[in-house]
């Protein structure tokens, strides 16, 4: 049986993950791979009715999902205050654990391929990445959790982003860009694909993940014991709705 690999989207709203995950599974799918989707916000994060209800009822946020026609204000992840970082971190260390969990299953799967639609970078990218003691609560949760063999960072015009999925206030946008960004860079083996138009930016995600496929197989657990992860990836050259505590 071939192993599986692990493959992550990560982005600002808007950022076009959806668009390269759809485009992504019809590119392996017809190399006759076997390819799963989870989707961290449904199938990952933990206590969701609660940061759902948080959202909406002490921050007064809208529900849903906004586009172009229908524009929302979520008050959610882009609310910051000394407590809600507090609640952030104790949140997270659940999603870590649940998000082991999932990971390790998906790694037993037999599926070829399985892309997880948001990854814990998502969340980590919430906090103040500037913070030494943050630093810290980083590493130490990312050693809770897999590294997938191939991790994508779309990078986005945050006035575009919004433009697509108007959402939050832009300032916020501009911040959790940044954010990712500083992430990518400083915890290493994370592709960032610079903001492009969609079809340049779909090549290069399949480009990607067609040079990386064959060592990613050559790197992945021989057995499917609960612990034996992946290592990450090594950088290469290149350029929804989330929780109220994520």
Not at 1 to 13: A, E, K, W
Not at 89 to 102: E, H, N, P, T, W
Not at 150 to 170: G, I, N, T
Request: charged share 20%; hydrophobic share 40%.
């Amino acid at each position: 049986m071939r192993p599986t690999i692990l493959v992550s989207f990560s982005g600002i709203d808007g950022a076009g993950k959806s668009t390269q995950i759809a485009n992504l599974c019809a590119h392996l799918r017809a190399m006759g791979l076997s390819v799963q989707i989870i989707t961290f916000w449904d199938d990952v994060a933990t206590l969701k009715g609660v940061r759902e209800g948080a959202g909406h009822k002490i921050f007064k946020g809208d529900k849903g999902v906004g586009s172009p026609d229908a524009p929302i204000s979520r008050r959610d992840k882009n609310v910051r205050s000394p407590f809600m970082t507090l609640v952030r971190l104790g949140m997270y260390v659940l999603d870590a654990v649940s998000l082991r969990i999932k990971a390790g299953r998906a790694l037993r799967s037999g599926t070829d391929v399985v892309i997880f639609d948001r990854y814990l970078f998502d969340e980590l990218a919430n906090l103040n990445l500037h913070s030494r003691a943050i630093r810290i609560y980083l590493r130490a949760l990312m050693r809770i959790v897999p590294r997938p063999h191939v991790s994508f960072v779309l990078d986005a015009d945050p006035v575009e982003a919004r433009r697509r999925k108007p959402e939050y206030p832009l300032d916020f946008l501009f911040q959790n860009r940044s954010a990712y960004l500083q992430l990518a860079a400083w915890l290493g083996g994370i592709t960032v694909i610079p903001p492009l138009p969609i079809e340049q930016a779909k090549a290069e995600v399949v480009r990607s993940i067609d040079l990386r496929l064959p060592a990613a197989r050559q790197s992945a657990p021989p057995s499917s014991r609960a612990g034996n992860f992946p290592a990450p990836q090594t950088q290469m050259d290149g350029p929804e709705t989330s929780p109220f505590a994520s």
